[in-house]
Protein backbone atom coordinates (compact mmCIF):
# COMPACT_ATOMS: atom_id res chain seq x y z
CA UNK A 1 0.00 0.00 0.00
CA UNK A 2 1.51 3.59 -1.05
CA UNK A 3 1.77 6.24 1.60
CA UNK A 4 2.64 9.90 1.21
CA UNK A 5 3.75 11.74 4.11
CA UNK A 6 4.13 15.38 3.91
CA UNK A 7 6.01 17.82 5.74
CA UNK A 8 7.23 21.16 6.55
CA UNK A 9 4.62 23.39 6.86
CA UNK A 10 3.94 26.30 8.58
CA UNK A 11 3.52 29.61 9.68
CA UNK A 12 5.75 32.46 8.14
CA UNK A 13 5.89 36.02 7.05
CA UNK A 14 5.51 36.79 3.12
CA UNK A 15 8.65 37.17 1.56
CA UNK A 16 10.18 34.02 3.60
CA UNK A 17 10.46 30.43 2.14
CA UNK A 18 9.43 26.74 3.15
CA UNK A 19 10.57 23.39 1.78
CA UNK A 20 8.09 21.10 1.94
CA UNK A 21 8.69 17.49 1.90
CA UNK A 22 7.04 13.91 0.59
CA UNK A 23 8.01 10.74 1.87
CA UNK A 24 6.60 7.72 -0.01
CA UNK A 25 6.28 4.45 0.94
CA UNK A 26 5.22 1.21 -0.71
CA UNK A 27 4.79 0.68 -4.47
CA UNK A 28 7.80 1.67 -7.03
CA UNK A 29 9.08 5.21 -6.51
CA UNK A 30 11.07 5.50 -9.32
CA UNK A 31 7.89 4.71 -12.01
CA UNK A 32 5.49 7.25 -9.65
CA UNK A 33 4.30 10.89 -11.57
CA UNK A 34 4.79 13.38 -8.31
CA UNK A 35 2.54 16.37 -7.74
CA UNK A 36 1.68 19.00 -5.36
CA UNK A 37 -2.03 20.41 -4.92
CA UNK A 38 -3.21 23.18 -2.53
CA UNK A 39 -6.28 24.10 -1.24
CA UNK A 40 -7.12 27.22 0.13
CA UNK A 41 -10.32 27.90 2.94
CA UNK A 42 -13.07 27.96 0.79
CA UNK A 43 -11.45 27.44 -2.58
CA UNK A 44 -11.50 24.53 -5.07
CA UNK A 45 -8.21 22.12 -5.11
CA UNK A 46 -5.86 23.23 -7.37
CA UNK A 47 -2.84 22.26 -9.02
CA UNK A 48 1.01 23.81 -8.14
CA UNK A 49 3.54 21.40 -9.46
CA UNK A 50 4.59 17.61 -11.23
CA UNK A 51 7.43 16.01 -11.44
CA UNK A 52 7.70 13.30 -13.91
CA UNK A 53 9.93 9.78 -13.82
CA UNK A 54 12.17 11.24 -15.90
CA UNK A 55 12.51 14.66 -13.64
CA UNK A 56 10.30 16.84 -16.12
CA UNK A 57 8.80 19.46 -13.81
CA UNK A 58 5.81 21.40 -14.64
CA UNK A 59 4.15 24.43 -12.61
CA UNK A 60 0.91 26.26 -12.35
CA UNK A 61 1.53 30.35 -13.50
CA UNK A 62 0.96 31.62 -10.00
CA UNK A 63 4.28 29.94 -8.48
CA UNK A 64 6.35 29.50 -11.35
CA UNK A 65 9.76 31.37 -11.12
CA UNK A 66 9.31 31.09 -6.97
CA UNK A 67 8.66 27.25 -6.30
CA UNK A 68 11.32 24.67 -7.42
CA UNK A 69 10.18 20.75 -6.77
CA UNK A 70 12.93 17.97 -6.67
CA UNK A 71 12.98 14.36 -6.18
CA UNK A 72 15.08 11.88 -4.52
CA UNK A 73 14.58 8.35 -6.15
CA UNK A 74 17.40 7.13 -3.65
CA UNK A 75 14.28 8.18 -0.74
CA UNK A 76 11.76 8.06 -2.09
CA UNK A 77 10.97 11.46 -1.44
CA UNK A 78 9.70 14.82 -2.98
CA UNK A 79 10.88 18.49 -2.22
CA UNK A 80 8.83 21.44 -2.96
CA UNK A 81 10.77 25.05 -2.12
CA UNK A 82 8.82 27.82 -1.65
CA UNK A 83 10.69 31.09 -2.00
CA UNK A 84 9.36 34.57 -1.87
CA UNK A 85 6.27 33.54 -0.31
CA UNK A 86 3.15 35.62 -0.84
CA UNK A 87 -0.08 35.85 1.46
CA UNK A 88 -1.89 33.93 -1.56
CA UNK A 89 -0.16 30.56 -1.33
CA UNK A 90 -1.89 30.29 1.86
CA UNK A 91 -3.48 26.84 1.97
CA UNK A 92 -2.83 22.87 2.92
CA UNK A 93 -0.82 21.33 0.12
CA UNK A 94 -1.03 17.71 -0.78
CA UNK A 95 0.94 15.33 -2.06
CA UNK A 96 -0.18 13.26 -4.83
CA UNK A 97 1.42 10.08 -6.56
CA UNK A 98 0.52 8.21 -9.50
CA UNK A 99 1.99 5.81 -11.71
CA UNK A 100 2.47 6.63 -15.18
CA UNK A 101 2.42 10.03 -17.04
CA UNK A 102 2.49 13.57 -14.93
CA UNK A 103 -0.74 15.12 -14.56
CA UNK A 104 -1.97 18.60 -13.78
CA UNK A 105 -5.33 17.28 -12.64
CA UNK A 106 -6.14 15.89 -9.54
CA UNK A 107 -8.40 13.53 -10.54
CA UNK A 108 -5.82 11.52 -12.28
CA UNK A 109 -3.73 10.96 -9.27
CA UNK A 110 -4.41 7.71 -7.26
CA UNK A 111 -2.40 8.27 -4.03
CA UNK A 112 -2.51 11.24 -1.64
CA UNK A 113 -1.01 12.81 1.49
CA UNK A 114 -3.09 13.96 4.74
CA UNK A 115 -1.59 17.42 3.61
CA UNK A 116 0.28 20.31 5.56
CA UNK A 117 -0.96 23.67 6.60
CA UNK A 118 1.27 26.39 4.97
CA UNK A 119 0.15 30.15 6.23
CA UNK A 120 1.64 33.11 4.56
CA UNK A 121 1.21 36.44 7.10
CA UNK A 122 1.30 39.95 5.61
Known amino acids: QVQLVESGGGLVQAGASLRLSCAAS????????MAWFRQGTGKEREFVAF???????VYADSVKGRFALSRDDATSTVYLQMNTLKPEDTASYFC????????????????WGQGTQVTVSS
Open 51 to 57: IGRDHVT
Open 26 to 33: GGSFGDFA
Open 96 to 111: AARYGLSSIYSMNYDY
